[in-house]
């Protein structure tokens, strides 16, 4: 299997001529193919190694055709078509890689690559600039990758790299080139376009080449790439792709179901054992997602018991946990990029307490009304059913005995029900949460109580933090819940401790 032939996979199995490679051309249309003449030496991809895993290299991870776990080197080339369909005639769009990030001195923090330029690209590194351009023919684009060279000593103490040759040959690229030659290499693209679409910003910090050159209007002495620019139509991409990524395919609902289940279950065996302290319990569930197929946790997980939970963001997860206690746990796995969102809570003793079996049901009664909204022929909204959200915590507690009058609403439930989701926790920035729902929209759904350890509250709830969260995918008819594996009915969660 030569260099570059997994990762169209069968797709490029019945184009693959002799020792050349049939790629999309960048001046036809998507499903016209080209013949370029390449020589390669008759060596394994299996041998070669890469920037990120290929099915060659890891059969284990990635099936043939995909490009990264779940999604296909030709699904990455439609998404691209579908943002050059939304670029004005010779129009271009830039995308820059995200930056590495240390800790200290040559200490890294672990690589996340940017969600855009992943969504397009697939390339999983550093120091990389696409291109995507619209030209002057109907429904035809084309796609440069300026990536960082092969470079055996920086490989032997950074890790492979892919290189610029895999940049055409396994991510499907028309030209490519060194990232430190982007000044040069994009002069004509910019040059040539009409309106330039782009989301870096030179406030950014930065260890790419292009990000360092890129100049906004408001430099008095732009030079090279900064000064082409001020020449230049400068648009932001943010917009058009997320109307591009609100909808996600069936590859994308099946990597986030398979993130949901192994999350899932990682939850419900935490909820099955007894723990002593919030590190521990945070250990296993990183642990658990990993064993069960996750890359990596999705975001820092928040473990809290009763009074840590007032704090909705909190991650230090380093006190004990008192057997007369509850404990909420924020956390999910991500696969293929794709995460999850989870949260749930359960008594540390196993079994609630009257009082926080009443609290807990009006959370969960809530959530479940909710869940039952997330589905396209209701025509909601993220914003009604918080409204929705808002009327049934309102009625629940008030039967509880919580005084609701004033700002009771606003104290006890102080966040908005629910977020996109997707390649980001807080998936496409800036998307409307009036927008109605539609059919491949995913969401978290989390509505919560945290109740104050004051005298205007009833005593015996005083102190008490309830959130519950599952992820969705809206569905015309009935909602999908990607996270159903992780028990929420309280007779469940207490039967787990007597198993």
Same mark, same amino acid.
């Given at each position: ?19 050349? #490679?049939?790629?999309?051309?960048? %001046? ?8 370029? $003449? ?8 299996? @041998?070669?190694?890469? /920037? ?5 290299? %890891?059969?284990? #991870? ?36 995200? @930056?590495?990030?240390?800790? $200290? ?52 103490? =950074?890790?492979?790299?892919?290189? !610029? ?10 030209? $490519? /080139?060194? !990232? ?22 030179? $406030? ?16 008095? @002495? ?6 082409? *620019? ?27 179901? &398979? ?26 569930? +990183? ?45 999910? /796995? ?6 999850? @969102? ?69 104290? *006890?439930?102080?966040? %908005? ?13 800036? =998307? ?5 729902? +539609?059919? /491949? ?35 015309? +008819? ?9 028990? &929420? ?11």
């Amino acid at each position: 299997m030569r260099y570059g032939f997994g990762a169209l996979g069968c797709h490029a199995r019945s184009i693959f001529q002799k020792r050349g #490679l049939v790629l999309f051309s960048p %001046h036809s249309s998507l499903g016209t193919a080209v013949l370029q $003449s390449r020589s390669y030496a008759s060596v394994s991809a299996a @041998d070669l190694r890469f /920037g990120q895993p290929l099915h060659e290299t %890891h059969p284990h #991870l990635l099936k043939a055709g995909e490009l990264t776990p779940g999604i296909t080197a030709l699904e990455y080339a439609q998404r691209r078509s579908k943002l050059a369909s939304k670029l004005p005639k010779d129009g271009v769009a830039i995308l820059a890689a995200s @930056d590495v990030k240390y800790r $200290s001195g040559p200490v890294f923090y672990e690589f996340h690559q940017d969600s855009d330029f992943f969504y397009l690209t697939g390339f999983n590194e550093p120091e990389a600039v696409a291109v995507i351009g619209k030209s002057t023919v109907e429904n035809d684009h084309s796609f440069h990758l300026f990536v960082r060279p092969k470079d055996p000593s920086a490989e032997q103490w =950074q890790g492979s790299r892919s290189g !610029i040759q895999a940049a055409v040959d396994i991510f499907n690229a028309d030209e $490519s /080139g060194d !990232i430190k030659d982007v000044e040069r290499l994009l002069s004509r693209s910019i040059s040539d376009a009409s309106e330039i679409f782009t989301d870096s910003s030179p $406030s950014q910090s930065s260890t790419s080449a292009f990000l360092g050159l890129f100049q906004s209007k408001t430099s008095l @002495d732009a030079t090279g790439l900064g000064k082409l *620019l001020d020449q230049k139509t400068v648009k932001p991409l943010r917009n058009i792709l997320n109307d591009i990524r609100k909808i996600k395919s069936g590859a994308e609902i099946a990597n986030m179901r &398979k993130a949901g289940q192994a999350s899932g279950r990682a939850f419900t065996k935490a909820m099955a054992r007894p723990w002593k302290t919030e590190r521990d319990l945070t250990a296993f569930l +990183e642990y658990k997602f990993k064993r069960s197929g996750c890359e990596t946790s999705a975001y820092v997980p928040v473990v809290a018991r009763g009074k840590n939970a007032n704090q909705i963001h909190y991650v230090r997860n380093d006190d004990i946990l008192p057997k007369d206690d509850l404990i909420l746990a924020d956390a999910g /796995g991500q696969y293929g990029n794709y995460i999850t @969102d989870i949260t749930r809570v359960w008594p540390v003793s196993g079994t609630f307490t009257p009082a926080q079996k009443d609290l807990y049901n009006a959370v969960l009664a809530t959530q479940r009304t909710c869940i039952a909204r997330c589905r396209a022929n209701a025509a909601n909204s993220l914003d009604r059913i918080h409204q929705a959200a808002e009327k049934s915590l309102f009625n629940h507690l008030k039967n509880l005995g919580f005084d609701m009058s004033g700002d009771a609403m606003k104290i *006890l439930f102080p966040h %908005h029900l629910g977020h996109y989701i997707g390649l980001d926790i807080h998936d496409t920035p800036g =998307q409307s949460r009036k927008a109605p729902l +539609e059919v /491949g929209h995913c969401v978290a759904i989390e509505p919560g109580v945290y109740v104050p350890d004051a005298d205007r509250w009833p005593a015996a709830y005083r102190g008490m933090s309830i959130r519950i969260e599952d992820s969705v995918c809206v569905q015309e +008819e009935n909602p999908l819940v990607f996270t159903t594996e992780a028990v &929420k009915e309280v007779d469940d969660i207490e039967a787990l401790r007597r198993q």
